[in-house]
């Protein structure tokens, strides 16, 4: 399989850049991969292809508001005085196991980033760059601060991605997370969960939909670009994740699993590999890269986001339904001018 395999045109005036008013009210394009077609309906029918017995999937990541920006501290070269100079953008990914104020990070203007670098952030927070590591990806090493932890959160900027044209605001602290996040530790959202409402859950439980929360830290596995032509070739970053003793025994239950999310779809698939077969407790991190041709082995539907050409996720859909049916799909929601992307409109594959 070829990346250009996984193309399709999108105007940009398509790409949602803030989200809808009620999180609720967004459009869904069902596929019914049986019989090949799609139709177009609202996410609140999602009530309608759901039926007592089945575990709704959710993924309980907390994006934490893990974009920087600082300043590099230099050392003139006459004085010796420290000085302050070079803006700095700062994307922490992942707190590093057994070292409490390490993380790995992606950083701009990344060229100029070098191991023993100092950099200066709001709120008092200091930090040297210790390593540099593969696909851009920096160690950075913050100075010992209790509150750290609230130091960053009224600092921090929440990640929003690239594609959105326009400076993160205090709505998107609420609307870039999901109404069941818990877990921190995500530097993007799973896109899926924004539809949902404390109500609307509270609904489809009613109706005898359990749902079941399991944790994949959305980092740069999920968002990271396919370098590659021969996708085969593409190395997904590793990511971590948790299903706990709760959710495997309801997991386990379940009549059919509703995947909410494509982050959700590699932790079911990653969970039930790890316990040959039936789910069990696990942690751990995955790197499992899913494109046509992988057999699923936990998933019996997906409800997830339209995903940017190219990208792992349109790949990992286009393994669920078939890529012809679904860039058919898209064609068709371009067409009908839904919303694409993480404040955009969903899609049902059943």
Not at 91 to 98: T, V
Not at 99 to 120: C, N, S, V
Not at 242 to 260: C, D, F, K, M
Request: glycine fraction near 8%; include cysteine; hydrophobic fraction near 40%.
């Amino acid at each position: 399989m070829r990346l250009s395999d996984f193309d399709y045109d999108l105007p940009e005036r398509l790409i949602a850049q803030a989200p809808l008013p009620d999180r609720a009210a967004s459009r869904m394009l069902v596929v019914d991969r049986a019989a090949g077609r799609w139709s177009d309906r609202s996410f609140r029918d999602l009530a309608e292809y759901l039926r007592a017995g089945d575990a709704l999937v959710l993924n309980n990541t907390k994006v934490l508001a893990c974009r920087l920006f600082g300043r590099r501290a230099g050392v003139h070269a006459t004085t010796s005085k420290s000085h302050v100079t070079g803006l700095v953008e700062v994307l922490l990914l992942e707190k590093i196991a057994g070292h409490p104020r390490r993380w790995e990070a992606l950083a701009r203007p990344g060229r100029k980033l070098r191991a023993g670098e100092r950099i200066h952030f709001p709120g008092g927070l200091e930090a040297t760059i210790v390593a540099q590591g593969e696909r851009g990806i920096r160690v950075i090493e913050f100075d010992d601060a209790p509150d750290f932890d609230a130091i960053l959160s009224r600092v921090g900027h929440m990640p929003l991605p690239p594609y959105i044209k326009r400076s993160d605001a205090t709505a998107d602290r609420e609307r870039y997370q999901t109404v069941f996040a818990s877990a921190p530790g995500a530097a993007a959202a799973p896109t899926a969960g924004l539809h949902f409402t404390t109500g609307f859950l509270a609904e489809l439980k009613a109706q005898g939909v359990t749902p079941v929360e399991v944790t994949l830290h959305v980092g740069l596995g999920t968002f990271q670009p396919v370098e590659v032509d021969d996708i085969r070739q593409h190395k997904m970053h590793a990511e971590r994740y948790e299903i706990s003793t709760g959710a495997a025994r309801l997991l386990n239950a379940a009549q059919r699993r509703i995947a909410v999310g494509t982050t959700s779809v590699r932790t079911l698939e990653q969970g039930i590999r790890d316990g040959n077969g039936r789910f069990q407790a696990a942690s751990g991190r995955t790197s499992l890269f899913i494109y046509p041709g992988f057999k699923f082995e936990a998933v019996d539907a997906l409800l997830t986001n339209f995903h940017l050409p190219h990208s792992t996720l349109l790949m990992l859909v286009s393994a669920f339904a078939g890529r012809e049916l679904i860039l058919d799909a898209y064609r068709h929601a371009v067409r009908e001018q839904y919303r694409f992307f993480s404040y955009g409109d969903c899609m049902l594959i059943v």
